[in-house]
Structures are given as structure tokens and as C-alpha cells.
């Protein structure tokens, strides 16, 4: 009897070892989800925007730094426990901690950044520098 037809683990041909690993096959993406909430990005004429979807954090427990042109957003979403005990069938909500890093285009004035946070949405806008019409210079003519 060949090793396939006993469906010994690992052999090629068993379908017993892809079936022990379903429920983790989409645990680096669950992970990569968890830490990673959802963000848009824009760009407009003299802003650029982040707005991030961060339901169920306080603004106290959200951090945002800019260092060599990398905007950090940083912050956890807390787990308050209630006193009385309750039997969970499932629990899809997520908390902990959550950090997104956004690598920034040259040419930003990085001390005019804004942000604001409203009904669970982050919007950050970073002001572009204007670039100036460069001036109309004259430009004498010499004689020999």
C-alpha cells in the first residue's frame, strides 16, 4: 500500500494537515487587519489629508508625531470591562494598540499639520508649501 492511500500526515495527496491549519491560514492577515485600521489619503491643490476610521478610541489615547517627513498616528482602543459578568458567545470587536505610518512627499509645512477628531474619524491635513511664481528679474544688457 503506498504512504497516500493510509492519508499519513503530510503525505502528498493527504488533505488531513491543510484542514488542521484553516482556522490560522488568515491569521497574518487578521494580525496585519488588527493593527491597521482603515485610512484614506488624498491630495488636493495645497493639502494633502489622512482620514483614519477609529471607532471606539478616545482622542486622550491617540498619538500623532512627524519625524523626517514620516507621519506617525499611534493610539489603542481600550477594553473596559463591565462588573457583571456576561457569558460571550462570540466577540468580534478588537482593542489594543494601533500604530499607521505615512511616508510624506518633500515640500510640507510640517508645523501648520492639523488634526481633528470627530464621531470615531481622524483627519489629518498637511498644508503643502506654496511654491511662489519665481519674480520677473531684468536682465541689463552690456555694450562693448
Given amino acids: 500500500m503506498a504512504v497516500e ?3 499519513v500526515p503530510g503525505a502528498q495527496g493527504s488533505h488531513f494537515w491543510p484542514n488542521v491549519f484553516d482556522p490560522l491560514r488568515d491569521f497574518g492577515h487578521a494580525v496585519s487587519n488588527f493593527f491597521s485600521p482603515s485610512a484614506d489619503a488624498s491630495n488636493s491643490k495645497d493639502t494633502y489629508e489622512i482620514s ?15 519625524h523626517d517627513n514620516v507621519l506617525t498616528i499611534m ?4 477594553f473596559e470591562q463591565e462588573k457583571k459578568e456576561k457569558d460571550y458567545y462570540f466577540s468580534e470587536r478588537r482593542y489594543g494598540s494601533f500604530q499607521r505610518s505615512f511616508r510624506l512627499p518633500p515640500g510640507i ?14 483627519t489629518v491635513k498637511i498644508p503643502k508649501m506654496l ?3 519665481p519674480e520677473r528679474q531684468k536682465i541689463d544688457i552690456r555694450t562693448e
Fill in 5 to 7: 492511500d493510509k492519508k
Fill in 52 to 66: 483614519m476610521e477609529l471607532p471606539g478610541v478616545e482622542e486622550k489615547d491617540i498619538d500623532i508625531s512627524i
Fill in 75 to 78: 493610539g489603542e482602543k481600550k
Fill in 109 to 122: 509645512q510640517q508645523n501648520d499639520i492639523d488634526a481633528h477628531f470627530k464621531n470615531g474619524v481622524l
Fill in 131 to 133: 511654491e511662489q511664481e
